[in-house]
């Protein structure tokens, strides 16, 4: 186990997060929330005031997401998933773009419902966090 993992094993996610601002020789910079390294530098006038930004690297992301326990090994069920988002910043995330990128996934059946697989979930949250659409590498 590498030793961010430990620290972000300690320190689990129970509510929306604000980005974390650190004043870093005047200019400031967007620190992950969990792990401390720093995602941004040279921040807007929002970001400073830590009214927008990014509040975990895209290590932690993946992390979170894979160690979110689930019903099923696979993916995600509806409820699930919805638990799961309330771990994220979505107040700063462009939900329109989160849910455009899981537009069309394929996915499992199972008796519960459908699931959502965890790959589809980092996608789609890392398109809402940056505010974009799916990168035809990610399209699949
Ligand atoms: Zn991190």
Request: proline share 2%; charged share 30%; glycine share 8%.
């Amino acid at each position: 186990m590498k030793k961010t993992d430990q620290k972000v094993e300690k320190k689990i996610l129970p509510y929306r997060l604000k980005p974390y601002v650190k004043f870093n020789g005047g200019f400031g910079a967007l620190i992950c929330n969990l792990c401390y390294k720093i995602i941004k530098e040279g921040l807007s006038k929002k970001e400073f005031a830590g009214e927008t930004g990014q509040v975990l690297c895209a290590n932690c992301i993946d992390y979170v997401v894979y160690h979110t326990k689930t019903k099923y090994e696979k993916g995600f069920l509806a409820d699930e998933h919805k638990k799961l988002l309330r771990r994220f910043p979505t107040k700063y995330m462009n939900m329109d773009k989160y849910y455009e990128a899981l537009h069309g996934i394929t996915g499992i059946m199972t008796i519960d419902g459908g699931l959502i697989y965890h790959c589809d979930i980092i996608k789609a949250l890392n398109c809402g966090i940056e505010d974009r659409n799916l990168t035809l590498a990610e399209f699949d």
